[in-house]
């Protein structure tokens, strides 16, 4: 992750989670809003398609 500082550019570690522990969170995030896992899944597939 680059992070702008008013000394310039720090580039810093992002440890990205597993696929399986991303998905349970994706769930769990479902269970706690009105969207349907379906819903938050094409969601996803339309903001990656849309950065390309």
């Known amino acids: ?3 702008p ?3 310039g ?3 810093k570690k992002v440890d990205l ?3 399986e522990e991303f ?3 994706v769930e769990n995030r ?3 809003s009105d969207m349907s896992l379906d819903e938050v899944t094409r969601l996803v597939h339309e903001a ?3 950065d390309e």
């Open 23 to 25: 998905q349970r969170r």
């Open 48 to 50: 990656r398609s849309s």
């Open 17 to 19: 989670p597993s696929i």
């Open 9 to 11: 550019l720090v580039l």
């Open 5 to 7: 500082t008013e000394y």
């Open 30 to 32: 479902a269970d706690a």
């Open 1 to 3: 992750m680059v992070v």
